[in-house]
């Protein structure tokens, strides 16, 4: 599950507020702050965990890690070997490829979130593969309109078919390619929170790229999460909020992406158009499951802020913060009162 895979959104969006774990950890208290880093899933992984017991807390980390190694193993679009790639290996031929029930949950939730944005995510968005090159692979061209326009003919998740009692997916035309990059990493952070909660972790973050969930709370205050100015210092951001027991996922223009003739040419396609989305620099959402963020904050960028925030306003434990293409901040009404800019993101191309 390589970073630079189609439209996958890795990028590290969010940050600790600057200082914040620091000043705690000075406090006379047995707890503090246990980190670990690891790459997967073509991103940096880190967990923090507030607690007493170091190799307790290591062991956990482990299992963490192993458990994110384990389902990129699983939906990597980058092997031969993974069902993703089985389940791509059988398009247009009419036969179901089997499946892991993992790997069924994240493709139907997948659609669903398709479903919900009339399309805008679209894991189908795999057909760009190799085509438009960012992150390692990239050599600075732009693809042909005409490369581009063939290769959008083989995006559409109606197309996608899901035979849950048998545990099958089936792709209904010749060249069609998945990609679970855009959502897969938030089932892995969901994952991830589950084996942390039964080690009896209570107080953590857990950081996948810009997929992020914060459990309990760090001593007697709450953790500080801040939004990364999408023009400027990767460490600084432009605004912060607190958060406890929630999760944050940001897609920003950013990360992998180039600068040609004037124009930023990004990884995040717009599966109508098989080119980058061009209405936002960021979304951040907030929500209570990483699956769900992870999906929406892809989605929400493609729709763009008029569009994204009706969205937005309508569902349940759902907030989110835009940064459009013209630089404006744009705050959903459950966080208004809760985030706090610290500066006007930076300006530039």
């Known amino acids: 599950m390589r970073a630079l895979s189609g439209w996958i959104v890795a990028a590290l969006a969010l940050a600790l507020s600057p200082g914040a774990i620091d000043a705690e950890s000075r406090e006379a208290d047995p707890n503090h702050l246990i980190k670990r880093d690891k790459t997967v899933m073509g991103t940096v992984v880190s967990v923090m965990i507030w607690h007493d017991d170091d190799t307790k807390a290591a062991t956990a980390i482990k299992d963490v890690f192993d458990e994110f190694e384990r389902l990129e193993a699983l939906m990597t679009s980058w092997t031969d070997d993974s069902v993703v790639a089985r389940i791509n290996a059988t398009a247009g031929t009419g036969k179901w490829a089997k499946v892991d029930e993992e790997t069924l949950l994240v493709t139907q939730k997948a659609l669903e979130v398709s479903r919900l944005t009339e399309g805008a995510f679209d894991i189908s968005v795999g057909a760009f593969h190799n085509l438009w090159k960012f992150g390692s692979n ?37 060249g069609m390619r998945i990609t679970l990059g855009g959502i897969a990493k938030g089932y892995t952070v969901d994952r991830a929170v589950k084996i942390l909660h039964e080690a009896d972790f209570a107080d953590f973050i857990i950081q996948a790229g810009g997929d992020l969930y914060v459990s309990g709370k760090k001593g007697s205050r709450q953790w500080i999460v801040g939004i990364r100015d999408p023009r400027g210092d990767r460490a600084t951001p432009f605004a912060i909020t607190t958060i406890e027991n929630m999760t944050f996922s940001t897609s920003g223009d950013y990360e992998r992406s180039l600068i040609k003739d004037g124009v930023r040419y990004h990884h995040i396609l717009d599966p109508t158009t098989g080119k980058p989305a061009m209405q936002c620099r960021s979304v951040t959402v907030m929500a209570k499951d990483a699956i769900s963020a992870d ?50 993101p930076t300006d530039g191309i």
């Open 138 to 174: 990239q050599d600075g061209t732009i693809p042909s309109e005409a490369d581009v326009s063939e290769r959008a003919k083989l995006v559409g998740y109606k197309r996608i078919k899901v035979n849950a009692k048998k545990k099958s997916v089936r792709l209904g035309k010749e």
């Open 295 to 344: 999906g929406l904050s892809t989605a929400l960028f493609v729709m763009g802020v008029e569009n994204g925030m009706k969205l937005v306003e309508k569902l349940d434990d759902v907030e989110a913060v835009f940064v459009d293409a013209s630089n404006k901040v744009h705050t959903s009404s459950g966080l208004k009162d809760k985030l706090r800019v610290l500066s006007p």
